[in-house]
T-cell receptor, first 114, second 116 residues
Framework: NAGVTQTPKFQVLKTGQSMTLQCAQD?????MSWYRQDPGMGLRLIHY???????DQGEVPNGYNVSRSTTEDFPLRLLSAAPSQTSVYFC?????????????FGSGTRLTVV | GENVEQHPSTLSVQEGDSAVIKCTYS??????FPWYKQELGKRPQLIID?????GEKKDQRIAVTLNKTAKHFSLHITETQPEDSAVYFC???????????????FGQGTTLQVKP
């Protein structure tokens, strides 16, 4: 049982490049989400999903796309990377069906856009 | 949408003292309030949570209190130890109905330093 797995752990991109951050969980969690963490700003929600085929925007969705074709996977796509997207990205998942469950986080992806 | 404010941003205490971190939320429909601890370079980990139908919850040296009327909740750590040094985040979430979970919104974080 690996929990929430994120790849890659580190990435450097040039401005304008695109890439996909991968997130997979093996706990059969319905709910998955992506956060970015910047100094002094906490964890800000980018996009979230309450089940396969269902996604919605969070607090800071601009510049990012997501899809949820399976319960296990929730990739985050950067369409045209900008220096403002330099951050640490965390994927998290939890059981659905109610609001009283804790979230399990992946180990994070540190992204630098130059 | 939901907004969560967390104070203080930094907190320094002597080993053995107590530490209190406070959060306020804006959406009165929020009904789940977890707290996370993040050590340097690590992922956030859930340490305690509270539901809106409970006023207080304790787990050994940590406790959380909730005041629904005032829309604020607090984390209390007693007998602090150097290993409690970390960044602590509060969060709030509401059920969106039909059994689906809602968005989990975090506060800005508190860096706790426990001096030996």
């Amino acid at each position: 049982n690996a929990g929430v797995t994120q790849t890659p752990k580190f990435q450097v991109l040039k401005t304008g490049q695109s890439m996909t951050l991968q997130c997979a969980q093996d706990m059969n969690h319905e709910y998955m989400s992506w956060y970015r963490q910047d100094p002094g700003m906490g964890l800000r929600l980018i996009h979230y999903s309450v089940g396969a085929g269902i996604t919605d925007q969070g607090e800071v969705p601009n510049g990012y796309n997501v899809s949820r074709s399976t319960t296990e996977d929730f990739p985050l796509r950067l369409l045209s990377a900008a220096p403002s997207q330099t951050s640490v990205y965390f994927c998290a998942s939890s059981y659905g069906g109610g609001s009283y469950f804790g979230y399990t986080f992946g180990s994070g992806t540190r992204l630098t856009v130059v | 949408g939901e907004n969560v404010e967390q104070h203080p941003s930094t907190l320094s205490v002597q080993e053995g003292d107590s530490a209190v971190i406070k959060c306020t939320y804006s959406d009165s429909a929020s009904n789940y309030f977890p707290w996370y601890k993040q050590e340097l370079g690590k992922r956030p980990q859930l340490i305690i949570d509270i539901r809106s139908n409970v006023g207080e919850k304790k787990d050994q040296r940590i406790a959380v209190t909730l005041n629904k009327t005032a829309k604020h909740f607090s984390l209390h750590i007693t007998e602090t130890q150097p290993e409690d040094s970390a960044v602590y985040f509060c969060a709030a979430k509401k059920n969106m109905g039909s059994g689906n979970t809602g968005k989990l919104i975090f506060g800005q974080g508190t860096t706790l330093q426990v001096k030996p």
